[in-house]
């Protein structure tokens, strides 16, 4: 007999539907594309910001840079100046003073550089400190030998009165050759024997020689007489 042709093979009906999504997927690119492309934009406004900002650093440090240089010139023409002037005698007067001098001109510093920050403030004070100790101790130099000159003038002073006093007669001259031998050997002491017009021996002999020149003008008066 005919086999009678069954209609989906007996399965009975069916729609064909094809596996898988009955609609098309979103890409998770699509969703992920504006968060990178706004996280793009932030790293370039970052860098933009961090550019900006190097730059304003280094323009800080360039004009840290020419104050240290334009205070360098300053600095040095005025502290020769102030040395050059200076009158004193020791070197604590001395230091006193350039201490004061230097601390004007930071002050002068700052004030005429508002834009300096702290640090830089730091790192200009830092650099100059090596021509601050240089000057001081000019400074101190000068007023030491200024105090030897001054000490020295006195000591030959005083053993020019002791020569007139010591030639008068013997006693006198032990006196003044004692007074004498005391004042030298403390010039010897204090650091200024060297500047003082006699030693001990040619004291006693300009004593002697004095001497001699008075009995002879005295010898020559009475003559006259």
Known sequence: MPRIPLYNQGQGPRVGVASGQLSPRASAAAFTAPGKAMAGFQKTFSDIGNVAKDFAIEQQNQEANRVL???????????????????????????????????????????????LNSRQQRFLFNQIQPDISRYTLQSEQKAFNQGRINKSNTANELAQSLISDGKLDDESREIAIAKYNQTYDNAVTSGFGDLMS????????????????????????????
């Open 69 to 115: 240089q334009q205070e360098s010139v300053d600095l040095g023409r005025a502290a020769r100046d102030f040395i050059k002037d200076q009158n004193f005698s020791t070197t604590e007067e001395a230091r006193f003073a350039m201490d004061d001098f230097f601390a004007s001109r930071k002050s002068d510093v700052i004030q005429n550089n508002p834009n």
């Open 198 to 225: 006699y030693d001990k021996d040619s004291f006693a002999f300009e004593i002697d020689r004095e001497s001699v020149n008075l009995l002879a003008q005295d010898e020559a008066t009475t003559l006259e007489e």
